[in-house]
């Protein structure tokens, strides 16, 4: 019976049936926010998300049966385990927060499908990297955000009359969305030099700060990829003693059953 369970939830078949279920469960939820479509066929909605509820809840049960223990020293197991509890808490009146959280299956994707995980892996590889840049481009903002409420305050209130509007238009500046017809020009027509302040600005946030954290990640993702090309013959041969290990386990089973 074990080992029925355990080939059942190492299989291929099974992980992608388990695929199947959460890109459909993302299409109905998605449908679900449709209120012409609800009206017609929210029934069928609520009865496929209790079928879908159920078949999480067996499979997380599987894989606790067959993993004991060690399901819950592995943190995408958890993961999974935090999401499926979720889902089965009442989502009546009064708990619209959990019925808004069981979006949250989806992010399941990043669990069994071992190159989302990788990806995932690389991202939080990185963050040291990327908090010490990311603490360098607060600086700057702060430094700017100061200066143009000194600077622009008084003739445009409405971008830089505070410091946390400054914050904000400084931000919208970085991403270059409306930033010269619809902030930078207007603002020359009252302080014609006003050029040297955005200018320098947008070249050290935007094209250098910006690209520097573009550049870790890509970075990590290049490692990642050197990662999967390079064979280890360690994990070679792990691989093949896992697979002996079960051989002999199964020898072991059917000579018990038969001498019994």
Excluded: C
């Excluded at 029925?4 to 190492?10: A, D, T, W």
């Excluded at 430094?143 to 914050?167: C, D, R, V």
Aim: net charge negative; no cysteine.
């Amino acid at each position: 019976m074990f080992s029925k369970i355990e080939q059942l939830v190492e299989s291929k078949n099974f992980q992608n049936f388990i695929i199947f279920i959460i890109i459909l469960n993302g299409i109905t939820m998605g449908l679900e926010t449709s209120k012409e479509f609800m009206a017609g066929f929210g029934a069928f909605i609520h009865a496929f998300d209790k079928i879908v509820i159920t078949i999480f809840t067996v499979e997380i049960l599987m894989r606790i049966y067959v993993h004991r223990v060690s399901f819950f020293k592995d943190p995408w197991s958890l993961f999974d385990f935090f999401i499926v509890a979720i889902s089965l808490f009442p989502t009546g009146e009064g708990f619209e927060i959990l019925r808004i959280l069981r979006v949250l299956r989806l992010f399941r994707l990043i669990t069994v499908v071992p190159q989302m995980r990788k990806i995932i892996l690389a991202l939080v590889s990185v963050i040291p990297g990327m908090a010490s840049i990311a603490g360098l481009l607060s600086l700057f903002f702060y430094i700017f955000a100061i200066m143009s409420t000194q600077l622009f305050g008084e003739s445009f209130p409405q971008w830089f009359g505070t410091l946390g509007e400054s914050f904000y238009t400084l931000f919208q500046i970085m991403t270059l969305e409306s930033w010269s017809m619809g902030i930078v020009r207007p603002i020359m027509e009252v302080h014609p030099s006003a050029w040297l302040f955005f200018v320098p600005f947008i070249f050290i946030v935007t094209f250098i700060m910006i690209n520097l954290i573009v550049a870790i990640v890509v970075d990590a993702m290049n490692d990642l990829k050197g990662d999967e090309t390079d064979v280890n013959p360690v994990d070679v041969q792990l691989a093949q003693l896992k697979e002996e290990v079960k051989e002999l386990k199964e020898l072991i089973r059917n000579t018990y059953k038969r001498d019994a």
